[in-house]
């Protein structure tokens, strides 16, 4: 049986940051808004969050987001003309993104760090649980990530994070967790409660190569902890920060996750998205494996 306090009903996506690594061409356009394939990288997470009995979506924009309102706003117009061209699939696939899920927004005015974007949907998220993807990581697998969080929050009632295994010359790119498996859990050794976190140490430095990847499933008092966190790396609010506080006052998993995780925010990763997911179309995937044999490479 799971109630309101443990029943995982929203999500909160941070979407206000400025995306330097993806410049120029996030100069005038949201990262989240570039497409793997045929849709924008925030639309994987909107159906993952479906896909994971969510029903509710906190967008957090920031200048120069309107693009992404939009994208999951109805367009009559379009929809229309499509009719009227007889492109009725299409207009169907146009109408479901605005029909799929409730959608309500709020703005960070300045990007001041992932904790604190996360902060600004305090009000909207309100005093239950609620899961955290970035809009920029698509974790691709049979069970959705933030479906296999929820499932642990639902039984333990400790906030979990997502993590996996990351090559140890790599860890300067993530958040990684000094954690120990949890004992006679269904999770086996995929389950660790979390001593601390340490964001992007260096490889001789870090604890583990367990690194953070991107969905969190959290108790509200998160927002307490962020409130009490400063700034920290590069002046910014950070969720590790804060992390590491609810892990020493309420305690917190990380679940080593099924799925395959693309950081999409980065270009290597995007281009690895994009050939994956191209492969697995199945309209055109047959033919790109053809022309990527041919190449000669
Ligand atoms: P990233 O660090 O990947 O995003 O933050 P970024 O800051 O946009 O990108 P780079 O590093 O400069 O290339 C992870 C997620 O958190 C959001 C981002 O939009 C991204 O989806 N974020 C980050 C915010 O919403 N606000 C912030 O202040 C920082």
């Known amino acids: 049986m799971t109630d309101l306090r443990t029943r995982v009903r929203k999500a909160v996506l941070p979407a206000a940051g400025l995306g330097t690594r993806f410049l120029p061409a996030t100069k005038a356009q949201p990262k989240e808004m570039l497409p793997v394939v045929d849709k924008p990288l925030i639309q994987y997470a909107v159906e993952e969050c479906l896909a994971s009995g969510i029903e509710n979506i906190i967008i957090v924009t920031g200048r120069g987001k309107n693009a992404i309102e939009d994208h999951f706003d109805a367009a009559p117009e379009l929809e229309r ?9 299409l207009a169907e696939q146009v109408r479901r993104i605005s029909n799929m899920i409730q959608f309500s927004y709020t703005r960070q005015k300045e990007p001041l760090g992932l904790g604190h974007a996360v902060l600004c949907a305090r009000e909207l998220v309100g005093d239950e649980p609620f899961a955290v993807l970035l809009g920029d990581v698509i974790i691709d697998g049979a069970v959705p990530a933030t479906r296999q969080l929820a499932e642990v929050f639902e039984a333990t009632g400790a906030g979990v994070i997502a993590v996996q295994e990351v090559p140890r010359e790599q860890t300067r790119l993530y958040g990684i967790v000094d954690a120990v498996a949890e004992k006679n ?22 604890p583990s190569t367990l690194g953070v990847t991107g969905r969190y499933v959290l ?7 962020i409130e009490r966190t400063g700034r920290g790396a590069l002046g910014e609010i950070q969720l590790t920060d804060a992390l590491v506080l609810l892990a020493q006052e309420k305690g917190l998993y990380a679940l080593v996750v099924e799925g395959t995780t693309y950081d999409a925010g980065d270009k290597l990763g995007f281009l690895k998205a994009t050939v994956e997911f191209g ?6 995937g047959e033919a790109f494996r053809d022309y990527l044999r041919s190449l000669k490479l």
């Open 219 to 225: 108790p509200p008092e998160i927002f307490d902890c």
């Open 279 to 284: 492969l697995k179309n199945p309209e055109f």
């Open 185 to 206: 859990s269904r999770w086996g050794e995929r389950l660790l409660r979390i001593r601390t976190l340490v964001e992007k140490p260096a490889p001789e430095q870090a």
């Open 81 to 89: 003309f499509l009719e009227e061209k007889g492109k009725r699939e």
